[in-house]
């Protein structure tokens, strides 16, 4: 089969290698449908999260139709039409019972370097790198699905792929983001990145009935589409950040603050932001946390930071004194992707929302190692790349 | 969609700035040997001159929201040192072969700070023709009447804001 595999920093490749076959009777294989490009895949096409080895096949957000199940595998069967969430939980464990599924004790099958990494293991993930399993990704014709029985949202006939597909990861890490914020009719919220996880999660505010939400980028499209969804938008670039949330709040300052930007902040015309970039060229600093500490400077006191972007190791310089001064609350993490997925399945289904608004390229898998860099690089107005296997 | 080239011209802008940083931080605080390295003996004060110049430019494209200006401002930088170095070639001094290498080194980072700015403009000119996005709500009535429609959504325990946190008149 065809598959985009991961060869080394800025190279994506398009391979041919073996299919997937059962490996575990709890397993399923699927035939892809759609899947799509992430931006934390990009964390990996940058060559900023360890673990990657070369011919890893790469993305974990796809969906398709079950070809194959293995044995003890009862809730599924050939034919079924599945979203596959991004995270592979056993649906079984502590976690699991709990909802907190995106810290699966038992889908990571290389626990122990977690255990050591992070003290104790996350779940299992698709496409994203040793350190969360090494299972192969769904930008591919075909995946096997570990745990398949629990690791899946079953979707009806009667939605496109472009609709359902989001419900793997950024839809529900959107929403998460917001419902972290336990948004009140009072709140201003306030986003930075409009990508694709920042898009969902403007929406997601405004359905969950945000005051005001007010959305920071710098790229034009972006804010374009930012406004579209209902946002006020800043361009850090053109304005103060900080001068300009205080300007919409009375002075005051956002009450929840989403972070859907990550270890990659871009440079901006900030101190903070050289001395991450200067620090980064030299090894010692892995991340460049700019936005989280303008979220803790500008959040109002005993306000909330959710933090959906990814960060991957040791961030410097944040002001946590200045938090734990101000009573702030943080909440961040990867996705409980099936804790939310019936839910936003049924809105869909209702039309309160169609997630297929954010694509704005669709290409065969051949043309996925192009896209990565036009993605990457926020080229031709890209904002979210799906690819058809 | 297609470009000529891999690098984006941010991020070749980036490292023109790092380059200007190394370079004027030479000249501002070794003019001395620099100047023997290029045979512009007697020219150690305007070498410093340069190496502040130098740090001002590079400091600006890193620092600057928008790093065109200043990647102009090192191509006219470019040709004050192709100016100065002609003169190290006329000159008898035994350190003419130098400025001769340094002479190729400036042509070609004249070269990408050129393509660089070009680059960036190019960018700044396709941005300004926006595609459409103002329809892509994803929702079925406008932004303002679907404020809310969530509402019914209760949020798990856990992720509720602490009581002591919340405002008085919903803790109350």
Not at chain 1, 59 to 88: C, Q, S, W, Y
Not at chain 2, 5 to 29: D, K, V
Not at chain 2, 136 to 158: H, K, N, T, Y
């Amino acid at each position: 089969m065809r598959a985009l595999c991961w060869h080394g920093k800025q190279d994506i490749r398009c391979d041919t290698v073996p299919d997937p076959r059962i490996e575990h009777p709890r397993d399923a294989i699927i035939r892809v449908t759609s899947c799509a490009i992430c931006g934390s895949d990009l964390h990996l096409y940058d060559g900023f999260m360890p673990g990657m080895e070369s011919g890893d096949i790469m993305g974990h957000e796809f969906m398709g139709v079950v070809e194959e199940v293995g044995p003890e595998n009862k809730a599924l069967k050939k034919g079924d039409r599945i979203v596959v969430p991004f995270t592979i939980i056993c649906g079984e464990c502590d976690q699991c019972r709990r909802g907190n599924f995106s810290v699966c004790e038992r889908s990571n099958r290389n626990k122990s370097l977690a255990d050591k990494v992070f003290g104790h293991t996350t779940a299992g993930l698709f496409g994203y790198t040793h350190l969360t399993g090494g299972y192969a990704g769904g930008q591919a014709e075909y995946v096997r699905v570990p745990f398949a029985d629990r690791t899946h949202v079953k979707v009806p006939e009667n939605v496109t792929d472009e609709q359902v597909l989001f419900l793997g990861d950024i839809f529900p890490t959107g929403w998460q983001a917001a419902v972290q914020c336990d948004i009140q009719p009072t709140d201003t919220v306030a986003i930075w990145g409009c990508g694709p996880v920042g898009q969902f999660a403007i929406r997601s505010a405004v359905l969950l009935g945000a005051k005001q939400v007010v959305a920071i980028d710098t790229v034009p499209e972006r804010l374009a589409m930012a406004r579209a969804g209902g946002a006020t938008t800043i361009d850090f670039m053109a304005e103060s950040v900080v001068e300009r949330l205080n300007e919409l709040t009375g002075g005051k300052g956002p009450e929840k603050c989403i972070d859907a930007v990550g270890m990659e902040a871009h440079a901006t015309a900030t101190l903070d932001s050289l001395y991450d970039r200067a620090k980064q060229a030299v090894m010692l600093e892995t991340d460049r946390p700019h936005v989280l500490r303008e979220m803790m400077y500008v959040c109002r006191p005993a306000g909330t930071l959710s933090i959906p972007g990814v960060y991957g190791g040791l961030l410097d310089k944040i002001p946590f004194g200045m938090a734990m001064n101000k009573g702030l609350t943080f909440r961040m993490g990867q996705t409980h992707v099936n804790r939310w997925t019936d839910d936003l399945l049924r809105r869909i289904g209702q039309g309160q929302i169609d997630p297929s608004f954010v694509i704005t390229h669709t290409v065969g898998l051949e043309r996925g190692p192009e896209m990565y860099k036009t993605f990457r690089d926020k080229q031709d107005n890209c904002i979210k790349v799906v690819l058809k296997p | 969609m297609a470009r000529r080239r891999n690098t984006p011209p941010e991020a070749l802008a980036q490292g023109l700035g790092w380059f200007s940083i190394g370079l004027g931080l030479a000249e501002l605080l070794a003019p001395h040997a620099v100047a023997r390295n290029l045979g512009l003996r007697g020219n150690e004060r305007l070498l410093a001159t340069y190496g502040a110049r130098e740090l001002v430019t590079g400091i600006g494209i890193l620092a600057a929201r928008d790093p065109e200006p200043w990647i102009w401002g090192r191509v006219a930088g470019d040709a004050l040192d192709i100016g100065t170095l002609a003169t190290g070639l006329d000159g008898a001094d035994d350190r003419r072969g130098g400025a001769g290498i340094a002479m190729v080194a400036v042509l070609g980072a004249t070269v990408l700070d050129l393509l660089c700015a070009s680059d960036l403009r190019a960018r700044r000119q396709a941005r300004a023709a926006l595609p459409d996005y103002s329809r892509r709500s994803g929702l079925p009535r406008p932004p303002e009447a679907m404020r809310g429609a969530a509402r019914d959504f209760e949020v798990p325990a856990d992720m509720r804001t602490p009581e002591a946190l919340r405002p008085w008149t919903s803790a109350a």
